[in-house]
């Protein structure tokens, strides 16, 4: 199956075309505040990369953040609406799930996601790798809901089973890595940080592609961005939304 993912919830947004093989083209770009305007044309430079056409796509996928409300709501409606009109089907896939399934075949080991939010908080989601998996795909299940915490609120959870194995990663440990980590060690909770990284178009779409082919997919009609805060209202102009 040929899949178009779009991933537009952080500050580095993705686009990726795979097919059966794995990824076949992948784009990362920096949308400094013109991902409107440029969305389009970078999708259309992907394609021909690709030796495609959205016509000729056969699955859509994107990522639902959380992460900037504005660029989430861009990319989900984009890819709503190509999967509306065109007819295709579409899968969703949070940010939380996207940058936890680069970990999935680390046995015996919790994967706690890390997404940026406001400052002095993180959106996290804490996943486990099924023992009985046969396909990475399937590996990771989650073990919490998607929350919002302040540091102190996270430090407190990991310590609450301290004899667990963690691994943390996500776009959130580049502004809040090192105080995570100073917090853990001062409670005695060892803790391995992978990639400090945005969630990437291709994990997406591979993710995207092993759930449609079980038959999973998401009504192009009621699929919505994962918003876990309110957006600030009446800030100041240009600033970053995070949801």
């Not at 093989?21 to 969305?39: C, K, Y």
């Not at 009504?219 to 961005?225: E, Q």
């Amino acid at each position: 199956m040929l899949i178009l993912a779009v991933e537009t919830s952080a500050d580095l947004c993705s686009l990726a075309v795979r097919d059966e093989s794995g990824t076949l083209v992948e784009r990362a770009f920096r949308h400094r505040m013109r991902l409107l305007e440029r969305l389009i044309g970078d999708v259309d430079a992907l394609l021909a990369d690709a030796g495609t056409t959205l016509a000729q796509i056969e699955g859509l996928a994107v990522g639902l953040g959380p992460g900037s409300f504005t660029g989430v709501r861009i990319g989900v409606m984009a890819v709503k609406t190509w999967a509306a009109t065109l007819d295709k089907p579409v899968c969703g896939v949070t940010a939380l799930e996207a940058v936890a399934q680069e970990y999935a075949a680390v046995p015996d080991c919790r994967i706690i996601s890390v997404i940026r939010a406001r400052p002095g908080m993180v959106y996290t989601q804490t996943f486990l790798r099924a023992s009985d998996a046969l396909h990475p795909q399937d590996a990771l299940h989650p073990q919490s809901e998607p929350q919002t915490l302040s540091l102190t609120e996270m430090i407190s959870l990991l310590c609450a089973q301290r004899d667990a194995r963690y691994l943390l990663c996500g776009d959130g440990l580049i502004r809040d890595g090192e105080a995570l980590r100073a917090g853990l060690d001062a409670a005695g909770v060892a803790a391995t940080f992978g990639r400090a990284e945005a969630p990437r178009a291709s994990v997406i779409a591979a993710m995207a592609a092993a759930r449609l082919r079980a038959g999973q997919q998401d009504d192009p009609l009621s699929l919505v961005p994962l918003y876990l805060a309110p957006p600030p209202i009446g800030g100041p102009k240009g600033e970053k939304r995070e949801g």
